[in-house]
């Protein structure tokens, strides 16, 4: 990938912005706790007050949306109604009653030669987006990063312009009305796929960007962007029912992680079922599935224990690796709990993944020998979320393992800085 766009306009475009929020980044690292938690009050107010401007925006990209027929999953994630908003609004409240992450101690310590250290938490400067259709990581994105002291420039992706305008524009009015810089967070949408590409080699200009949405866009900034990129989102997850899962807890858990919404990162895509459960737990799980409007990827011996209306698909190896994002589910029955974790072990992206089951040492083999950023024991796989971790809005779900890894918040939005006090001392 080239280091800029082609269009010379685009790129000096895109790195004056990501200059403006370079600046913008030292008023914000050096803010007030009081100072921020305004802003984000004030933004909140804003998000609900011009709740109905946002949806006519909405509107548009829906109506565009489905005329280049985008997927059910996709447009769920795409729509906002003002009960969503009022809900988004909600956690930049939360996240304002949170602590300060900036100025937390991490260490200290008092060298044998009188100096003192401390290694403190610090703002990352800039932090830089791509996503798609999620206009409300437009909001999480802005709130986080304020919180955590850095500017934020977004690129949202044409499915979600419309709205992304206008809630940037309503977040701008509100940090301005705080007395902080409009440009702690600026959306590059309208410079297209060329000013992504600017924005991913803009290092010294932005220091981390994390994508959000498809694995195509996830891994095109991992191995193209010049600038420290965070890989995040994608989730084949899974559900394994233990030999021992009670068979009212299996139901619920499974429907609600696939059911409960399609369209997301952390709903469970693959059922694996021990064989000793199969013809007790299987039969309710299926039909309850199917009663959802859910169709099966799976063998004869599934299909034996479906419903007769139910529809169900031979899988192919694809199905195994498949995030579906639909109304679609991958199902096998497994001999035992090591061909479980062997499965997720060969297809699992790191995201989540779940076990049902009574018995504490099955939890603990499948929570200890599973590699992802989040292990599930008897709870729905749609609990991984910075909302339902008490970290408040994310920024993303980290599935890799240096800095961050799973729901990123506040605290993964900071690095650290060594402070040496001394009184005069030189190095022998």
Same mark, same amino acid.
């Given at each position: 990938?080239?280091?800029?766009?082609?269009?010379?306009?685009?790129?000096?475009?895109?790195?004056?912005?990501?200059?403006?929020?370079?600046?913008?980044?030292?008023?914000?690292?050096?803010?007030?706790?009081?100072?921020?938690? @305004?802003? =984000?009050? *004030?933004? !909140? $107010? &804003? #998000?609900?007050?011009? +709740?109905?401007?946002?949806?006519?925006?909405?509107?548009?990209?829906?109506?565009?949306?489905?005329?280049?027929?985008?997927?059910?999953?996709?447009?769920?994630?795409?729509?906002?109604?003002? @009960?969503? =908003?009022? *809900?988004? !609004? $909600? &956690? #930049?409240?939360?996240? +304002?009653?949170?602590?300060?992450?900036?100025?937390?101690?991490?260490?200290?310590?008092?060298?044998?030669?009188?100096?003192?250290?401390?290694?403190?938490?610090?703002?990352?400067?800039?932090?830089?987006?791509?996503?798609?259709?999620?206009?409300?990581?437009?909001?999480? +994105?802005?709130?986080?990063?304020?919180?955590?002291?850095?500017?934020?420039?977004?690129?949202?992706?044409?499915?979600?312009?419309?709205?992304?305008?206008?809630?940037?524009?309503?977040?701008?009015?509100?940090?301005?009305?705080?007395?902080?810089?409009?440009?702690?967070?600026?959306?590059?949408?309208?410079?297209?796929?060329?000013?992504?590409?600017?924005?991913?080699?803009?290092?010294?200009?932005?220091?981390?960007?994390?994508?959000?949405?498809?694995?195509?866009?996830?891994?095109?900034?991992?191995?193209?962007?010049?600038?420290?990129?965070?890989?995040?989102?994608?989730?084949?997850?899974?559900?394994?029912?233990?030999?021992?899962?009670?068979?009212?807890?299996?139901?619920?858990?499974?429907?609600?992680?696939?059911?409960?919404?399609?369209?997301?990162?952390?709903?469970?895509?693959?059922?694996?079922?021990?064989?000793?459960?199969?013809?007790?737990?299987?039969?309710?799980?299926?039909?309850?599935?199917?009663?959802?409007?859910?169709?099966?990827?799976?063998?004869?011996?599934?299909?034996?224990?479906?419903?007769?209306?139910?529809?169900?698909?031979?899988?192919?190896?694809?199905?195994?690796?498949?995030?579906?994002?639909?109304?679609?589910?991958?199902?096998?029955?497994?001999?035992?709990?090591?061909?479980?974790?062997?499965?997720?072990?060969?297809?699992?992206?790191?995201?989540?993944?779940?076990?049902?089951?009574?018995?504490?040492?099955?939890?603990?083999?499948?929570?200890?020998?599973?590699?992802?950023?989040?292990?599930?024991?008897?709870?729905?796989?749609?609990?991984?979320?910075?909302?339902?971790?008490?970290?408040?809005?994310?920024?993303?779900?980290?599935?890799?393992?240096?800095?961050?890894?799973?729901?990123?918040?506040?605290?993964?939005?900071?690095?650290?800085?060594?402070?040496?006090?001394?009184?005069?001392?030189?190095?022998?």
């Amino acid at each position: 990938m080239n280091d800029t766009a082609e269009n010379p306009d685009i790129t000096t475009a895109v790195l004056d912005a990501c200059q403006r929020a370079k600046v913008a980044s030292r008023a914000l690292a050096t803010a007030t706790s009081t100072t921020k938690d @305004e802003a =984000l009050l *004030a933004m !909140a $107010d &804003a #998000l609900v007050a011009q +709740a109905p401007r946002i949806v006519e925006a909405n509107a548009e990209d829906l109506k565009r949306g489905r005329a280049n027929d985008m997927s059910e999953g996709l447009l769920d994630r795409l729509e906002l109604t003002e @009960e969503r =908003l009022a *809900a988004i !609004a $909600d &956690a #930049l409240r939360y996240v +304002a009653g949170l602590p300060d992450p900036v100025g937390e101690l991490k260490r200290g310590s008092t060298l044998p030669n009188g100096i003192r250290l401390v290694q403190k938490a610090v703002p990352m400067g800039v932090v830089g987006m791509i996503y798609e259709a999620r206009p409300n990581v437009t909001v999480d +994105a802005a709130g986080l990063a304020l919180k955590s002291g850095n500017a934020a420039v977004l690129r949202g992706g044409s499915a979600a312009a419309s709205s992304n305008e206008v809630i940037v524009s309503v977040l701008q009015d509100a940090l301005e009305g705080v007395g902080l810089p409009r440009d702690a967070v600026q959306s590059i949408d309208a410079y297209g796929r060329e000013g992504a590409k600017v924005l991913m080699n803009a290092r010294g200009l932005v220091d981390v960007l994390v994508p959000r949405g498809g694995r195509s866009l996830i891994q095109a900034v991992v191995r193209d962007s010049t600038v420290p990129a965070i890989e995040t989102g994608e989730g084949n997850c899974h559900v394994y029912l233990d030999a021992t899962a009670p068979v009212d807890r299996a139901v619920d858990i499974v429907v609600n992680s696939k059911t409960h919404r399609v369209g997301v990162c952390n709903a469970a895509e693959t059922l694996l079922v021990h064989r000793d459960a199969a013809a007790n737990v299987l039969p309710a799980v299926l039909t309850a599935l199917h009663e959802a409007g859910v169709t099966f990827h799976a063998g004869d011996d599934v299909a034996a224990l479906a419903p007769a209306s139910a529809t169900v698909i031979p899988p192919t190896e694809d199905d195994w690796a498949n995030e579906y994002l639909s109304l679609d589910i991958a199902v096998r029955i497994v001999d035992d709990i090591d061909q479980a974790i062997e499965h997720v072990t060969q297809y699992s992206t790191g995201h989540t993944e779940a076990i049902v089951t009574n018995d504490i040492g099955a939890a603990d083999r499948f929570s200890s020998e599973i590699d992802t950023a989040a292990v599930i024991v008897n709870a729905s796989t749609r609990f991984t979320d910075g909302a339902m971790f008490g970290l408040g809005a994310e920024i993303g779900i980290s599935t890799q393992k240096l800095h961050a890894r799973g729901p990123m918040g506040l605290g993964e939005l900071t690095t650290t800085t060594w402070i040496a006090y001394g009184d005069g001392q030189v190095r022998p």
